[in-house]
Structure formats: C-alpha cells, structure tokens
C-alpha cells in the first residue's frame, strides 16, 4: 500500500481517536485527578472509558486476527516480548507519576493542545524532553535491550 494511504488512514485512526477522547472528557485533567481520588470526590468516568475501549478491542482483535492478513499491510506485526523488566517497571511507575500529578497521558495532553491552554504544552513538553533525557541515558547505559 503506498504510504501516501497509509498517512491519510493513520490521520483519520488519529481524529476519531482525538473526537473520542474529547467526547468522553479525558482531556481534561481535573477528570482524571477526580477519578484518583478514590476517598474524595472520586468520578468513576474513566471506569466507564477504558471498559468500552476494553470490550471494543476484545472483540475486535478476535474478528480481525481471523484474517490472513491485515487490510492495509501483507502481514501482521504483533509484539512478541512478554517479560516484565526493570525498565518496563520503571517506565511504568513514571508514567503513572506523570499522570496523577499532571492529569494527562501523552494521547489525552496531545489532543488537549488544540485547547491552546499552557497545562497541555507544559506536559507535552516536559513528556518529550523526558524522552530525550530517557534516549540520552540509554545510548550511555543500555537500559533497554
């Protein structure tokens, strides 16, 4: 498939992506700080918000791995590494820091650009210059294999 197709149905999978998380208010962080205060003002939304992506990817992923192939590619590229390492546990940890003190995880902060609001650019800044930082000290340490 030529990759000018596969740009456009990359965008169009971004937009819906996009038009779903701004429908179910997971870009804003107030909501996601509501839903980590389980003895507070706890809002279960989010509950609500990863169950249907849950069941809809359940579902989904047994219809289309019936398939010989994928629709847009010759084969399908599944990830195969199953052990948890130290880094994926790190990584893990630091994402969910990220996330309860920010009220973003990097797809909800991108979408939260278009907000033109400073908390979105601060987190998506401060996600890619952890990013950098991350590739710097791998490329010295080989935390990743």
Same mark, same amino acid.
């Given at each position: 498939?030529? $990759?000018?197709?596969?740009?456009?149905?990359?965008?169009? %999978? /971004?937009?819906?992506?996009?038009?779903?998380?701004?429908? =179910?208010?997971?870009?804003? #962080?107030? @909501?996601?700080?509501?839903?980590?205060? !389980?003895?507070?003002?706890?809002? #279960? $939304?989010?509950?609500?918000?990863?169950?249907? &992506?849950?069941?809809?990817?359940?579902?989904?992923?047994?219809?289309?791995? @019936?398939?010989?192939? #994928?629709?847009? %590619?010759?084969?399908?590229? !599944? *990830?195969?590494?199953?052990?948890?390492?130290? =880094?994926?546990?790190? &990584? =893990?940890?630091?994402? /969910?820091? &990220?996330? &309860?003190?920010? /009220?973003?995880?990097?797809? #909800?902060? !991108?979408?939260?650009? =278009? $907000?033109? @609001?400073?908390? *979105?650019?601060?987190?998506?800044?401060?996600? +890619? +210059? /952890?990013?950098? +930082?991350?590739?710097?000290?791998? $490329? @010295?340490?080989?935390?990743?294999?």
């Amino acid at each position: 498939m030529k $990759s000018k197709n596969i740009a456009i149905i990359s965008f169009i %999978s /971004g937009v819906l992506f996009a038009l779903g998380l701004g429908i =179910a208010g997971m870009t804003q #962080p107030q @909501k996601i700080i509501a839903f980590l205060d !389980v003895f507070g003002a706890w809002d #279960p $939304s989010l509950v609500f918000v990863m169950l249907s &992506g849950i069941g809809i990817h359940f579902i989904a992923y047994r219809l289309i791995r @019936k398939r010989q192939s #994928p629709i847009f %590619s010759t084969e399908w590229h !599944v *990830p195969t590494k199953t052990e948890i390492t130290p =880094a994926l546990i790190v &990584g =893990a940890i630091i994402f /969910g820091i &990220g996330w &309860g003190l920010g /009220g973003f995880c990097p797809g #909800p902060a !991108v979408v939260a650009l =278009a $907000s033109f @609001k400073a908390k *979105p650019f601060v987190f998506v800044f401060s996600m +890619l +210059l /952890g990013m950098f +930082l991350f590739h710097l000290v791998d $490329s @010295k340490l080989k935390i990743r294999k």
